[in-house]
Nanobody, 120 residues
Framework: QVHLVESGGGLVQAGGSLRLSCAAS????????MAWYRQAPGKERELVASIESDDTANYADSVKGRFTISRISRDNTKKTVWLQMNSLRPEDTAVYYC???????????WGQGTQVTVSS
């Protein structure tokens, strides 16, 4: 099992910045990939950014150049992934979810979500 706890959401004006954090605990040694998804009201959940165990990062076209995903692992007891969000736009408003995949267990885990609201 993997437990994910997100933090860092909030209300910000357009053009501002926020940094989301996701702390993973449990069976983290076999996490292959961590990612941030978001879901706006009335829309499907979409991938925002992902990072592999070799630090390869991928981004949705809508956030490229504005968002940065990064991670740290310490002694296989803690893994944290961050999402630095700059130049925020009202269309970035959504609930942001942290996700972790364990290929060996064919399992995917989700955090509880954190609200990001960007005012115009």
């Amino acid at each position: 099992q993997v437990h994910l706890v997100e933090s860092g959401g909030g209300l910000v004006q357009a053009g501002g910045s926020l940094r989301l954090s996701c702390a993973a605990s449990g069976s983290i040694a076999t996490i292959n990939r961590m990612a941030w998804y978001r879901q706006a009201p009335g829309k499907e959940r979409e991938l925002v950014a992902s990072i592999e165990s070799d630090d390869t990062a991928n981004y949705a076209d809508s956030v490229k150049g504005r968002f940065t995903i990064s991670r740290i692992s310490r002694d296989n007891t803690k893994k944290t992934v961050w999402l630095q969000m700059n130049s925020l736009r009202p269309e970035d408003t959504a609930v942001y979810y942290c996700n972790a995949d364990r290929t060996i267990a064919r399992a995917s885990y989700w955090g509880q979500g954190t609200q990001v609201t960007v005012s115009s």
